[in-house]
């Protein structure tokens, strides 16, 4: 059981941003928010994590609710090659992933 | 710095053989995660290794998978007697201990096809 709700796909323009939700509404205090997408034919690729606050890297930003019952994972500017099926994990102390469905984004150009 | 390191990228086994699967981790990473990802089909835990020892094997079917991590050389995932619903891919991941809410890096992959 993943514990995580995505939706199944989402569709978005090149060059545009685009905010993937996830609701993680059992979250415990401990367990990190974790983001991985898998591009066709590829091995998953760790995206971001996060705890409470908002953070930010190259790839991508993560905004989390502030009960941490949901996060976003927002990417500033879609390209071609973000195309990917995005998962959103719960980290807990157990260290093993628990994959969900996951959310496919389709970026047109 | 070479991430983590799966081979063969491609296998073909005919059923009844057997699948023997590798997985070097990034440098200094001694635990490593294999997962399933069946066709069409999000991606399945299987098992979690240490250096000699199995931490938790509760993804891993009951019979014909085996897993091994030795103290030299890569972890190897091993399938007996394969049959068709043992065609997918095998991802494995790897991380230092303790540090896995940091994030897993994870290999391109083998893809199995049983025939």
């Known amino acids: 059981d993943a514990k995580t709700t995505q939706p199944n796909s989402m569709e978005s323009n090149e060059e545009e941003p685009v905010h993937l939700p996830c609701n993680h509404s059992t979250i415990s205090g401990t367990d990190y928010i974790h983001w991985y997408r898998q591009l066709p034919s590829q091995g998953p690729e760790y995206v971001i994590h996060?705890?409470?606050s908002n953070v930010n890297n190259r790839m991508a930003s993560l905004a989390i609710a502030e009960d941490r019952k949901s996060s976003t994972l927002i990417l500033h500017r879609a390209t071609l090659r973000d195309a990917a099926v995005y998962y959103c994990i719960r980290v807990g102390g157990s260290e093993k992933l628990v994959f969900g469905k996951g959310t496919k984004l389709t970026v047109n150009p | 710095n070479a991430g983590v390191m799966q081979n063969p990228r491609h296998l073909v086994r005919r059923r009844g053989q057997e699948a023997r699967l590798r997985c070097s981790p990034m440098?200094?990473?001694?635990?490593v995660y294999w997962y399933r990802q069946l066709p069409e089909e999000g991606l399945k835990f299987m098992v979690y290794l240490q250096k000699e020892n199995i931490i938790d094997e509760s993804g891993m079917p009951k019979e014909r998978f085996s897993a091994e991590f030795p103290k030299e050389g890569p972890s190897i995932l091993r399938i007996q007697q394969v049959v068709r619903g043992d065609s997918a891919a095998y991802f494995c991941a790897s991380s230092v201990p303790g540090q896995g809410i940091y994030g897993y890096t994870f290999g391109s992959g083998t893809r199995l096809t049983v025939v």
């Open positions: 996060g705890l409470t």
């Open positions: 440098k200094g990473h001694s635990h």
